[in-house]
C-alpha cells in the first residue's frame, strides 16, 4: 500500500524566516497531495492542495511543489508568524487504495517571535 | 453549517469496557472515514464509509465496528477496550468529485480516550 515519509519531525525557526517540510510517497499512482495544519485540541484543517497534474501552486504565504518523477513534495512558508505554529501533516491520495487518504508522520513547527 | 461534530471530547474507559464515540455531519458528504492520532504516527485509517449501508475496514481496523444507518452519522463502537486503544480519535468526511480524484477531508475536533 501507498506509505508516505514526513521530515523533519520537529522545525523551529525565527518569525519571518522560512520554513520548509518535505515529503516522499511510495505508490506512483496517487494523484492528489492535501496538506494540513493542526492547531492544539482541534482537527486538522486543509490549508493547501496540489493536484498531480501540477507543479507548483501558491497561496501567499504558502506554496508547495510537487515532482511527480522523484515522487517529492514540499511545503514552504516565508514570512513566518508565531500563528504559524502548529502541527502540518502531507498526505497523498488516489492511488490504488482510491480515495483513502494516507498521513506523513507529521512536523511541529515552531516559530519564535 | 456545523460541519464535522464528534462527541465526547474526552472519556477515561477502564480495560474490557465498551462505548460509542459518536459523529455526525451536516455538509451531505457521502464519505465518512475514522482516524486515530498517536503521538509521532500521524493519523491512521481505522475505517470508512461511501454511504449509508456501506463500510469498510482502513489500516487498523482490529477492536473496532461501526455502522453507518444515515449519511449524517457515522458512530465508532470499542468493544472490550485495550490500553493500546488509547489515542485521539478523529472522524472526518468528504465529498468525492472529478471522479474520486481530488477531496480535501474535513475533520472533526476529535476524541481524547484514555484506557486504563
Known amino acids: 500500500g501507498e506509505n508516505v515519509e514526513q521530515h523533519p519531525s520537529t522545525l523551529s525557526v525565527q518569525e519571518g524566516d522560512s520554513a520548509v517540510i518535505k515529503c516522499t510517497y511510495s505508490d506512483s499512482a496517487s494523484n492528489y497531495f492535501p496538506w494540513y495544519k493542526q492547531e492544539l485540541g482541534k482537527g486538522p484543517q486543509l490549508i493547501i492542495d496540489?493536484?498531480?497534474?501540477?507543479g507548483e501552486k501558491k497561496d501567499q504565504r504558502i506554496a508547495v511543489t510537487l515532482n511527480k518523477t522523484a515522487k517529492h513534495f514540499s511545503l514552504h512558508i516565508t514570512e513566518t508568524q508565531p500563528e504559524d505554529s502548529a502541527v502540518y501533516f502531507c498526505?497523498?491520495?488516489?492511488?490504488?487504495?482510491?480515495?483513502?487518504?494516507?498521513f506523513g508522520a507529521g512536523t511541529r513547527l515552531f516559530v519564535k517571535a | 453549517n456545523a460541519g464535522v461534530t464528534q462527541t465526547p471530547k474526552f472519556r477515561i474507559l477502564k480495560i474490557g469496557q465498551s462505548m460509542t464515540l459518536q459523529c455526525t455531519q451536516d455538509?451531505?458528504?457521502?464519505?465518512m472515514y475514522w482516524y486515530r492520532q498517536d503521538p509521532g504516527m500521524g493519523l491512521k485509517l481505522i475505517y470508512y464509509?461511501?454511504?449509508?449501508?456501506?463500510?469498510d475496514k482502513g489500516e487498523v481496523p482490529n477492536g473496532y465496528n461501526v455502522s453507518r444507518s444515515t449519511t449524517e452519522d457515522f458512530p465508532l463502537r470499542l468493544e472490550l477496550a485495550a490500553p493500546s486503544q488509547t489515542s485521539v480519535y478523529f472522524c472526518?468526511?468528504?465529498?468525492?468529485?472529478?471522479?474520486?480524484?481530488?477531496?480535501?477531508?474535513?475533520f472533526g475536533n476529535g476524541t481524547r480516550l484514555t484506557v486504563t
Open positions: 455538509m451531505n458528504h457521502n464519505y
Open positions: 472526518a468526511s468528504s465529498y468525492p468529485y472529478q471522479g474520486l480524484m481530488y477531496s480535501p477531508l474535513h
Open positions: 498526505a497523498a491520495s488516489g492511488s490504488t487504495g482510491g480515495f483513502k487518504t494516507i
Open positions: 464509509s461511501v454511504g449509508a449501508g456501506i463500510t
Open positions: 496540489i493536484r498531480s497534474n501540477v
